[in-house]
């Protein structure tokens, strides 16, 4: 191989979908070889940073990077130019500067260049602007990776020994589960109330259409209410009206019977909407997930494949720019492209007077950046439907909807506003809205969530024309219950939102952060809705830290430090310093939460122990809460579903192989599976199928095969993929063979003959 890459000029990518695309656009003059993501990280099974020497790190090569660090290394040395040319933001140049550490190379050996888009002309352009690593974003990545290691690795241990085994904790993701818990809390303490509305159908004589409207004012006072709940993340309003019970609308109703009803005030305005910005990440993460049902994960994953490339026609293309930014910028180039093509497709009545120009309101948004937006517009979603996958197309059309939004002209409405008297006009007024659209602009291709969910109370009503003076015929009075309601459980689209809103994180840290969090079982995905909810371990972990880590569980404390990681990477403040500031109060809270967070006290329950009748204690451990008996010599244990209600084991019709007892289907950390009854006397338990039927024993089976490597017999074990031959001399001994359904067969006929026979 050595002989074909020799004078090559070596570009290094972090993932191999770029090194395919890019080579093609490059040529035979360039080698592009991938890392395949990070090369380097602190160890897994060490802090590795020692706090006392300037917080220095050790960094280890990850696994993957043993295997292709030779093949980098051959690379390079043949390479008259190397340029490192990894994604356009911290982490990326973090990745750059570990592969310049990792192959030894010189400063003047290599360039470091990015872009924001695979395309011809921006990886081409992007060899105009190289430079070398910069230090500063450098620092800034390793600060935020040394200061979330070092909360992880200083707060799991006191969770797993103050709370339950298994725990973890860290700078952004306890923040995320606060907001949830916190949620959960405000919720149950809400206070509902009820309220009614009172509205009336009128018509002009001889005039359509006819048209309701909603009593605002009564005796001179407006009725509505605003009350406003301070809440931990965010101010709720709760709208009511004075009229709390259904028996004060009488007057109102009697009053508009009576008449005269009388248009006193009609106003009428042109209004103009503009269009929402490009994506950035966290909108485009809301509205995939508000308008496609993605998750967070999914979208980022799927936005993935488009920037990096699809074969379009024999060519790979890159379709989007990078979808890890926080900046509302597009190219002019581009502009002017989109500006041309509204025109020719739309008409020049879409095209605003001057281009639209949207400033970042992120906290420490990357300016330099592009939005997220197609690479070339005139790629429309239905000529790239024959290549795409169903996922990448309905991304793909979202992002360029958008996108062609942004740069069109407003929207424009006719808006009126009319106020109605009933009687005198300080006794009782009424007010109807109506909107028209007089030009579509934007909205002619993608509606905003906002004007989706418009109601008709706000804008929908269609009026007739009226004129101050006018006197109206009641045709009907409606008068409607309502309740308070309380805030809303979060979902991702609004938690993400929240998290943006409040500093914490950073755009590639949000589906992360959600990922960890459900994997935790901190928080949990309600099945029909999707809204996430804290669970009762995320409650418990929530309560204990933010007693004693008021810094860290504290929403302007963590956007703080973002703010001071963003003055790193722009050389404002200095990584150890950051550290250094950190750690002082970090490591006392530290010490007195080791000194005074108490363990939860398990609970007394009214239920009684299946086994021997004692009363049950309610406990909590990583997978849930679950009934123990009282008597600690007495095994009996009841597990509790996510809702905190028994799981009760499900009948069969099978019979235990070794007592005879009947099996039953019970529920365990890693699902369902069938155990004998009699447990714990008899402790038989099998695994079983999506039906419920039985497939095969949990326990390994030891075969008369033996080892190839050290002699000894091989075991028939199980995992996710199915069924394996490992050696019984695990871990020391790795040898796994695969096997044949026909031999599986064979092996647990000859395992239950010998178990009958014994």
């Given at each position: 191989m050595a002989t074909n890459i020799k004078g090559k000029k070596l570009v290094i990518v972090e993932s191999p979908t770029k090194q395919k695309t890019i080579s093609k656009i490059l040529g035979n003059d360039f080698l592009v070889r991938s890392s395949f993501g990070h090369v380097r990280d602190l160890p897994q099974h060490d802090m590795g940073v020692d706090i006392d020497n300037n917080f220095t790190p050790t960094y280890e090569p990850v696994p993957r990077a043993k295997k292709m660090l030779p093949e980098l290394n051959a690379a390079a040395k043949n390479a008259p130019e190397i340029y490192l040319a990894t994604?356009?933001?911290?982490?990326?140049?973090?990745?750059?500067?570990?592969?310049?550490?990792?192959?030894?190379?010189?400063?003047?050996?290599?360039?470091?260049?990015?872009?924001?888009?695979?395309?011809?002309?921006?990886?081409?352009?992007?060899?105009?602007?190289?430079r070398k690593i910069d230090e500063n974003l450098v620092n800034a990545q390793q600060a935020r990776r040394i200061l979330?290691?070092?909360?992880?690795?200083?707060?799991?241990?006191?969770?797993?020994?103050?709370?339950?085994?298994?725990?973890?904790?860290?700078?952004?993701?306890?923040?995320?589960?606060?907001?949830?818990?916190?949620?959960?809390?405000?919720?149950?303490?809400?206070?509902?109330?009820?309220?009614?509305t009172l509205s009336a159908q009128f018509e002009k004589p001889n005039t359509a259409p006819k048209f309701w409207a909603r009593v605002t004012k009564w005796q001179g006072k407006n009725i509505e209410q605003t009350t406003t709940y301070h809440l931990f993340a965010e101010d709720y309003k709760v709208k009511n009206t004075v009229f709390d019970n259904e028996a004060k609308l009488?007057?109102?109703?009697?009053?508009?019977?009576?008449?005269?009803?009388?248009?006193?005030?009609?106003?009428?305005?042109?209004?103009?909407?503009?269009?929402?910005?490009?994506?950035?990440?966290?909108?485009?993460?809301?509205?995939?997930?508000?308008?496609?049902?993605?998750?967070?994960?999914?979208?980022?994953?799927?936005?993935?494949?488009?920037?990096?490339?699809?074969?379009?026609?024999?060519?790979?293309?890159?379709?989007?720019?990078?979808?890890?930014?926080?900046?509302?910028?597009?190219?002019k180039l581009l502009q002017e492209q989109t500006k041309k093509f509204i025109g020719e497709k739309y008409g020049a009545q879409f095209v605003p007077a001057k281009q639209p120009i949207y400033k970042s309101k992120v906290m420490g948004a990357q300016e330099a950046h592009e939005s997220i937006h197609p690479t070339d517009v005139r790629r429309t979603p239905q000529n790239l439907k024959p290549f795409l996958t169903s996922d990448q197309y309905k991304l793909y059309e979202l992002i360029w909807l958008r996108f062609v939004a942004s740069q069109m002209a407003d929207a424009v409405f006719n808006t009126v506003a009319i106020d109605i008297a009933a009687g005198d006009e300080k006794t009782c007024l009424l007010r109807a809205n109506g909107r028209t659209v007089k030009?579509?602009?934007?909205?002619?291709?993608?509606?905003?969530?906002?004007?989706?969910e418009n109601n008709e109370e706000s804008t929908s009503a269609l009026l007739?024309?009226?004129?101050?003076?006018?006197?109206?015929?009641?045709?009907?009075?409606?008068?409607?219950?309502?309740?308070?309601t309380p805030p809303p459980c979060y979902n991702e689209a609004s938690l993400i939102k929240t998290l943006e809103k409040h500093g914490i994180g950073r755009p590639s840290t949000y589906a992360p952060t959600i990922k960890t969090i459900l994997d935790r079982k901190y928080i949990a995905r309600q099945p029909k809705?999707?809204?996430?909810?804290?669970?009762?371990?995320?409650?418990?972990?929530?309560?204990?830290?933010?007693?004693?880590?008021?810094?860290?569980?504290?929403?302007?404390?963590?956007?703080?430090?973002?703010?001071?990681?963003?003055?790193?990477?722009?050389?404002?403040?200095?990584?150890?310093?950051?550290?250094?500031?950190?750690?002082?109060?970090?490591?006392?809270?530290?010490?007195?939460?080791d000194k005074g967070m108490q363990r939860p006290a398990a609970q007394p329950t009214e239920e009684k122990c299946p086994v021997c009748g004692k009363f049950m204690l309610k406990k909590r451990s990583r997978f849930g809460e679950y009934l123990v008996c009282s008597d600690e010599?007495?095994?009996?244990?009841?597990?509790?579903?996510?809702?905190?209600?028994?799981?009760?084991?499900?009948?069969?019709?099978?019979?235990?192989?070794?007592?005879?007892?009947?099996?039953?289907i019970r529920?365990?950390?890693?699902?369902?599976?069938?155990?004998?009854?009699?447990?714990?006397?008899?402790?038989?338990?099998?695994?079983?199928?999506?039906?419920?039927?039985?497939?095969?024993?949990?326990?390994?089976?030891?075969?008369?095969?033996?080892?190839?490597?050290?002699?000894?017999?091989?075991?028939?074990?199980?995992?996710?993929?199915?069924?394996?031959?490992?050696?019984?001399?695990?871990?020391?001994?790795k040898t796994i063979v695969t096997v044949t359904p026909e031999e599986i067969a064979q092996i647990k006929a000859a395992h239950e003959a010998k178990q009958k026979k014994n």
């Open positions: 994604d356009p933001d911290r982490e990326g140049e973090a990745i750059a500067w570990h592969l310049v550490e990792l192959l030894k190379l010189p400063k003047e050996r290599y360039q470091r260049i990015f872009f924001h888009e695979i395309t011809p002309a921006a990886i081409k352009e992007s060899f105009s602007h190289a979330d290691r070092i909360v992880g690795y200083k707060l799991s241990p006191l969770l797993w020994k103050k709370i339950t085994r298994g725990l973890s904790a860290g700078r952004v993701q306890s923040v995320a589960v606060r907001l949830l818990a916190e949620r959960a809390k405000e919720i149950k303490d809400f206070k509902e109330q009820d309220y009614w009488a007057p109102l109703s009697e009053v508009l019977r009576k008449g005269p009803n009388t248009v006193v005030k009609v106003e009428k305005k042109e209004v103009k909407q503009k269009p929402k910005p490009p994506f950035i990440t966290s909108s485009l993460q809301q509205d995939a997930y508000n308008k496609l049902g993605f998750s967070s994960q999914k979208t980022m994953m799927t936005a993935q494949t488009l920037y990096e490339g699809i074969d379009v026609e024999g060519q790979t293309v890159g379709l989007i720019t990078y979808m890890r930014t926080d900046s509302f910028n597009v190219s030009f579509p602009g934007y909205l002619s291709i993608y509606k905003d969530q906002d004007e989706e007739p024309v009226l004129a101050e003076g006018d006197t109206l015929n009641l045709l009907d009075i409606s008068s409607k219950a309502h309740k308070t809705t999707s809204k996430l909810i804290a669970t009762d371990l995320g409650i418990t972990v929530t309560e204990s830290l933010k007693g004693f880590f008021k810094e860290i569980m504290d929403l302007s404390y963590t956007a703080d430090v973002e703010e001071k990681l963003d003055e790193v990477a722009e050389g404002g403040q200095k990584w150890v310093k950051l550290l250094s500031d950190f750690y002082v109060n970090f490591k006392r809270e530290l010490d007195e939460a010599t007495c095994k009996g244990k009841i597990n509790l579903s996510s809702s905190g209600e028994k799981v009760a084991p499900e009948p069969t019709n099978e019979v235990c192989d070794k007592c005879g007892s009947p099996m039953v529920t365990g950390r890693r699902g369902k599976f069938m155990a004998c009854s009699a447990y714990p006397k008899c402790k038989n338990t099998y695994s079983v199928d999506a039906e419920g039927k039985k497939v095969a024993s949990t326990g390994p089976i030891v075969t008369d095969r033996l080892c190839e490597k050290c002699g000894k017999p091989f075991v028939l074990r199980s995992s996710r993929r199915g069924e394996f031959l490992g050696c019984s001399g695990y871990p020391k001994c």
